[in-house]
């Protein structure tokens, strides 16, 4: 599975949690307990929306590797920022640029979005659901299926149609369905879901659970969910993130509100 940030605020307040997910995908102990590697190193991704634009990364280069890259995003973290990053370790789909996160799709029905997910999905059950085709997805992963669901049957960026179709593809769960999704609508309004789950048999297991929590770090000016390995590269006032919690976020160019609801 992957390390995720999704980070909303004061660029200034951001930047030390984009130093943690660096830190955080290379050295992992929380992976490492679990027998499968230390490091996140399948890729990585970005997306920032600051000042009126919205800039979008995606690298084989893990990103402790990527030390430009890295300073190319900090070095933009000015002002009021969103940012979201996905470091991979891959568990389906291919190794490569395809599989990388976060996804970027636009929607025939008028919104856009970008999308990451940590988790395992069954990607089986999404195409029957999405009634897509199995063999155009062979070297697809789950959470790029995921998205083309979305991307197919999702009708509005709404909370309300957000909630409906989350929870469709939150019954296909085999491990955690941790995702931060950011939409855009026509009108060039954004607003941002977030959910946190994790499937009961791994809420049992200390070092499964302590590899899969998400955490909420909520400070002036910054509002910030990142995976679990961020908390032991900097130090902050986090809270760990119930199980089956979403956030439903509303963005404009210097604020952001939060409405927390159940999955």
Same mark, same amino acid.
């Given at each position: 599975?992957?390390?995720?940030l999704f980070?909303?605020?004061?660029? +200034?307040?951001? +930047?030390p949690?984009v130093?943690?997910?660096?830190k955080?995908?290379e050295?992992?102990? /929380?992976?490492?307990?679990?027998?499968?590697?230390?490091?996140h190193?399948?890729?990585?991704?970005?997306?920032?929306?600051?000042?009126?634009?919205?800039?979008?990364?995606?690298?084989?280069?893990?990103?402790?590797?990527?030390?430009?890259a890295?300073?190319?995003?900090?070095?933009?973290?000015?002002?009021?920022?969103?940012?979201?990053?996905?470091?991979?370790?891959?568990?389906?789909?291919?190794?490569? *640029?395809?599989?990388?996160q976060?996804?970027?799709f636009?929607?025939?029905?008028?919104?856009?979005?970008? *999308?990451l997910h940590?988790?395992?999905?069954? +990607?089986?059950?999404?195409?029957?659901?999405?009634?897509?085709?199995?063999k155009?997805?062979?070297?697809?992963?789950?959470?790029y299926t995921?998205?083309?669901?979305?991307?197919?049957?999702?009708?509005?960026? +709404?909370?309300?149609?957000v909630?409906?179709?989350?929870r469709?593809?939150?019954?296909?769960?085999?491990?955690v369905?941790?995702?931060?999704?950011?939409?855009?609508?026509?009108k060039?309004?954004f607003?941002?879901?977030?959910?946190?789950k994790?499937?009961?048999?791994?809420?049992?297991k200390?070092?499964?659970?302590?590899y899969?929590k998400?955490?909420?770090?909520r400070?002036?000016?910054?509002?910030?969910?990142a995976?679990?390995t961020?908390?032991?590269?900097?130090?902050a006032? /986090?809270?760990v993130?119930?199980?089956?919690?979403?956030?439903?976020l509303r963005?404009?160019?210097?604020?952001?509100?939060?409405?927390?609801?159940h999955?």
């Amino acid at each position: 599975m992957c390390r995720i940030l999704f980070a909303a605020g004061d660029g +200034k307040k951001i +930047k030390p949690l984009v130093d943690a997910i660096v830190k955080a995908s290379e050295n992992d102990p /929380y992976k490492e307990r679990r027998g499968s590697g230390r490091q996140h190193r399948d890729g990585w991704g970005y997306v920032l929306v600051r000042d009126g634009s919205v800039r979008h990364y995606r690298s084989m280069k893990p990103i402790f590797e990527d030390s430009s890259a890295v300073a190319s995003v900090k070095d933009a973290l000015e002002g009021f920022s969103v940012l979201m990053v996905h470091t991979r370790a891959a568990s389906q789909g291919a190794k490569n *640029l395809f599989n990388v996160q976060p996804f970027a799709f636009s929607t025939r029905r008028g919104f856009s979005f970008w *999308l990451l997910h940590n988790g395992d999905l069954n +990607k089986e059950k999404i195409i029957e659901l999405a009634e897509l085709d199995e063999k155009d997805l062979r070297n697809a992963s789950d959470s790029y299926t995921f998205a083309v669901y979305l991307c197919r049957r999702l009708p509005s960026p +709404k909370l309300e149609d957000v909630l409906i179709h989350y929870r469709v593809i939150e019954e296909t769960t085999k491990s955690v369905f941790n995702t931060m999704t950011l939409f855009q609508n026509s009108k060039g309004e954004f607003t941002a879901f977030i959910t946190a789950k994790m499937v009961e048999r791994l809420l049992q297991k200390p070092e499964r659970f302590d590899y899969s929590k998400l955490l909420l770090l909520r400070e002036e000016n910054l509002f910030a969910v990142a995976s679990s390995t961020l908390e032991l590269y900097h130090e902050a006032g /986090y809270e760990v993130i119930p199980n089956e919690t979403a956030f439903y976020l509303r963005i404009s160019y210097e604020d952001v509100s939060v409405e927390t609801v159940h999955l």
